[in-house]
């Protein structure tokens, strides 16, 4: 599973050890009676080995599967996430599906269609548009009661969004949502990493 086919990658040894590396309490909410404050992790490693709620999906708009992260989901969950997947008919870009997670250790999987980046178009409907896959994904783990969610790096890989705009996106987004709603089920968010870059361009975000 990678973000990208050609990138600095972790060696086989390090992802071989599925750790947090780092975390920080995002939101400080005293007053929430469900959740008093939400943490976030930044990881290196295999988002389909992770035991939380949901794993979110970097999916193909029709979700029958691809490279990269959604052909990692694939693979890892077996063939009855197809047979969901293709009952759920698709999903438009920046919306959000959600799935069984089968094989995998995740309760769930929320399957998520990120922008592809071009040079032509406006770089703010670009981000809005990434903002719109982590937004829904959020919105759709907080309707089902969920209290953990993991993102990969969206978009990062075959649909070129640059890592450090990406990243900023993403962070904002997370900050955005759990300011906006105060009483949320969600208290943990972890950002996989793949690749080195984009673990970097988290870092210098978080932490």
């Not at 300011?179 to 673990?199: E, M, W």
Request: proline share 4%; hydrophobic share 35%.
């Amino acid at each position: 599973m990678t973000d990208e086919d050609n990138v600095d990658i972790f060696s086989p040894e390090e992802l071989g050890k599925i750790s947090d590396v780092l975390s920080v309490s995002l939101v400080n909410r005293e007053t929430n009676k469900r959740t008093p404050y939400v943490d976030i992790e930044l990881m290196r490693g295999d988002i389909t080995q992770l035991e939380v709620d949901v794993v979110v999906n970097a999916a193909h708009d029709d979700l029958t599967g691809g490279g990269g992260v959604d052909g990692a989901i694939h693979k890892a969950s077996g063939q009855k996430l197809l047979g969901e997947c293709l009952n759920l008919y698709g999903c438009p870009q920046g919306e959000a599906r959600i799935t069984g997670a089968y094989n995998m250790p995740s309760k769930y999987i929320i399957h998520t269609v990120g922008p592809v980046w071009t040079p032509a178009g406006s770089i703010k409907e670009k981000k809005e548009r990434l903002r719109n896959c982590y937004r829904s994904c959020l919105v759709m783990a907080e309707l089902q009661g969920l209290k953990s969610i993991a993102f990969p790096c969206i978009s990062t890989g075959a649909y070129c969004f640059p890592k450090d705009i990406a990243a900023e996106v993403a962070v904002e987004t997370i900050r955005d949502f759990f300011n906006l709603y105060v009483n949320t089920y969600l208290d943990l968010v972890k950002i996989v990493c793949f690749d080195s870059q984009n673990f970097e361009e988290y870092k210098k975000l978080l932490f």
